[in-house]
């Protein structure tokens, strides 16, 4: 019996480990797309700054520089986004794909270039990672059933991106609904002319939320190369912006939906690691191949099924043009 | 009512000598005005005689390529509505300017939120809407989605929006075009409670009996310029009728008298609502007979654009019917443009732009555009490309379309040229019925007498023509018969000999009962 909530508890604790790009990344979407730009580029700029982050952690020994070097590059690519898609009225979608061909060409050339070792970043180790934190008392509380458990497994154990993604919600939560930047990128995205008319500028919001956007993107990335991960994998970010992208229209554009989407894509992520090579009644061994298409398969179903009552923001991907 | 005007304190706005182009459009020209404070001012003018340009300039939304803007007599320079509002001007758009999602406190908050969190304005704002509301009779629920609202509610929430903000000169474009007439009363009445609080009012509008009822003085503007200041009490609605359309040197054509024929297409009580609800055709009936022109007047924006679309099959009827050809057409029994094509039903529409032509494509791909089944113009599989360039050669010599390159993209023709090629295409189909919307609408002199011809020999042709026009002068240069549109009804029918600019004017401003209880 303890056992099996140790186990429980070992699943929801990798849940929450693979959510946090997510999460972050999901967040970075939902505020750009309140502004009204749609960003197919999240992707991209979490590969880009996982790359930056485990670079410059590497070369500095200092996760917190490779941090910041992360969140520099995903705010750069922001920005060259906002420079063709709001300055030049360009095309959201293409100029978001043409981000993540760049980022994923990119990464790789340099990487081989620098390092030679095939793509990788070579391996961090020491303050070059962020550690895992352990709470106070966690050690003496592991041995306690369920509540120690729970303390010492659950909420102690995880590096501090982990907990700043959590915080996260709460915090772009009340920035859209309590405060009055908030209230004007919630405009921009549904009636741009209406904010112009109050005087407000539509092209300033939407470069703030696409500043915004790199950065929860850039501690995405760095969090997948300093903090999950050991160092930079080529393509490490597999389709996880695509993912975030899924759980924000899931969400509806709201934070805390948009968490619990994030959660459960991650739990299904974190079953398919556990379920590989376990026997499960009536089917026999699970093909591994399918519990790893699980989040993807979930993914069309639940966007098929829940699209329809998903309403995106009214100006989302229109490029604000005055008209006469 | 009180006085009117209050000459001793200085202008709320004066605009002088204010210009502005778009592209080649010289939307205002050399337009000057003076509002007194406290008064509700009057700007009347057809749609696109540069009434909503000019006070977009005033708000700041556009910037004028020359000439001066005062605001209570000091010189202000409007790079932004930002600017406007700081000078105390608020606009209601003729489109609102609301996000539907938020809730009516949410929309007044936007742009004057009282500091970086909300909370705090939120409050302010709640007592301040309270205030406003008793003041000005402007009840309205603040925890409301704009969005549910009904439109003469959301039109509460812009005005309440601008006094917010503390605006004492409020614009007002169009106000009552989406409003019941109940509802228009009830906003007439909100902004004399503000003019009798010291708020100056300008009032947009190209209703006459609006501008008759309510303003204290009164501008005219025509293609861009201002042409007359009136004080509202010393004119009439006719002679407001006049100064706004114009009097032009006719083009007259060597007409012959009409020969009508059997009624080629009928309308039986038609009438069209909107998805709004709103009544945008009421009750129209009429005949329109093989070898006669019918004309119909109006100032724009009075139906006749949702009549040609319900008598070309793009709509159909709420209510009443129409018969071509014996084909009953009513809301269970639709037409779509293509049907009525093939029953002889040709539809040159009023905005070739949008909905006579595609503008990439070639004029060769235009002048088959609707036909491109014809079995002249397309085999099993493929267009019959070398036919059809040919074909369009023909059409581009006959009607001297010109450059003559089937090729050329059909936006890189001039407006006359591209409306001669739509003409070639609809009547070389030699249809029974001949729809016509705006057919020299941005077309220059030359090519305007040309289409004249073309259409009138049509007519001679044993053709039912239906023409519907702004420009009065050709209403009455080619109808045999007029008909009269306003507010969605026919509201007078005129032979075409028998008909002068004068009592049409009238009948256009719906003033004919008016005149005749004074005459």
Known sequence: MAEDFLLVILTLDATIRVSVPLILAALAGLVVERSGIIDIGLEGKMLAAAFAAGTVAYLSGSAWLGLGAGIVISVLLALLHGFACITHRGNQIVSGVAINILASGLTVLLGISWFSLGGLTPPLTGSARFMSLTWPGAEVLAGTPILGQLYAELLSGHNILVYLAFLCVPAVWWLLYRTRFGLRLRATGENPAAVDTAGISVIRMRYLALIICGILCGIAGSYLSTGHGAGFVREMTAGKGFIALAAMIFGKWRPVPVLFACLLFGFLDAIAIRLQGVEVPLIGEMPVQFIQALPYILTVVLLAGFIGRAIAPKASGIPYVKEH | ?519
């Open chain 2, 1 to 519: 009512m009180t006085t009117a005007g209050a000459p001793a304190i200085a202008p709320a706005i004066t605009l002088r000598g204010i210009n502005k182009h778009f592209g080649p459009v010289h939307a205002n020209r050399d337009v000057s005005l003076s509002v007194p404070a406290g008064s509700i001012h009057g700007i009347v003018g057809e749609n696109g005689a540069g009434k909503s340009t000019l006070m977009s300039i005033l708000y700041g939304f556009y910037q004028a390529d020359s000439g001066a803007i005062e605001v209570g007599g000091k010189p202000c320079s409007m790079h932004g509505p930002e600017d406007a509002l700081a000078a105390g001007i608020g606009m209601v758009h003729q489109h609102f300017m609301l996000v539907d999602v938020f809730t009516v406190l949410e929309n007044i908050l936007l742009g004057a939120e009282g500091g970086p969190l909300l909370a705090g304005g939120m409050a302010a704002a709640r007592a301040e809407v309270a205030r406003l509301e008793a003041e000005y009779g402007l009840q309205i629920d603040p925890d409301a989605v704009v969005g549910e609202l009904a439109v003469g509610l959301r039109q509460r929430v812009e005005l309440l929006k601008a006094l917010y903000r503390g605006a004492n000169i409020l614009i007002l474009d169009e106000p009552t075009g989406v409003l019941t007439p109940q509802e228009a009363d009830r906003l007439f009445e909100i902004l004399r409670a503000m003019r009798d609080r010291g708020v100056t009012v300008i009032l947009i509008s190209h209703k006459l009996q609006e501008i008759m009822a309510i303003t204290d003085n009164v501008s005219v503007m025509r293609a861009g310029e201002m042409v007359a200041h009136r004080r509202t009490a010393e004119t009439t609605r006719a002679e407001l009728a006049e100064l706004m359309v114009g009097r032009q040197v006719l083009l007259r054509l060597d007409k012959t008298a009409a020969q009508p024929g059997a009624v080629a297409l009928r309308a039986d009580d038609v009438s069209l609502s909107d998805d709004a609800g709103i009544r945008r055709l009421d009750g129209i009936s009429f005949d329109l007979r093989a070898g006669e022109i019918v004309g119909i007047a109006g100032v724009s924006g009075n139906g006749q654009s949702e009549l040609l679309e319900v008598l070309a099959g793009i709509r159909p009827p709420s209510r009443g019917r129409l018969a071509v050809h014996g084909r009953i057409i009513d809301r269970e029994h639709p037409a779509d443009a293509g049907e009525l094509r093939r029953l002889g039903l040709a539809h040159v529409p009023e905005d070739r732009q949008r909905m006579g032509m595609i503008p990439a494509f070639a004029a060769w791909e235009t002048a088959i555009l609707g036909y491109h089944h014809d079995p002249a113009y397309t085999g099993p599989l493929l267009l019959k490309g070398a036919d059809i360039v040919a074909d369009t050669a023909g059409k581009m010599a006959r009607f001297d379309v010109r450059p003559a390159d089937p090729y050329l993209a059909s936006d890189s023709f001039s407006g006359g040229n591209q409306q001669k090629l739509v003409l070639a295409r609809e009547i070389e189909r030699r249809p029974d019925i001949l729809l016509v919307g705006q057919p020299t609408r941005g077309v220059d002199i030359g090519a305007i007498e040309f289409i004249h011809q073309q259409i009138m020999q049509m007519r001679d042709r044993g053709c039912a023509v239906l023409l519907v026009s702004v420009e009065l002068d050709e209403i009455l240069s080619l109808s045999d018969r007029i008909l009269v549109m306003f507010e969605g009804r026919i509201v007078g029918e005129v032979d075409g000999d028998k008909a002068d600019a004068r009592t049409i004017g009238l009948m256009m401003a719906n003033a004919m009962d008016t005149q005749a209880a004074h005459g």
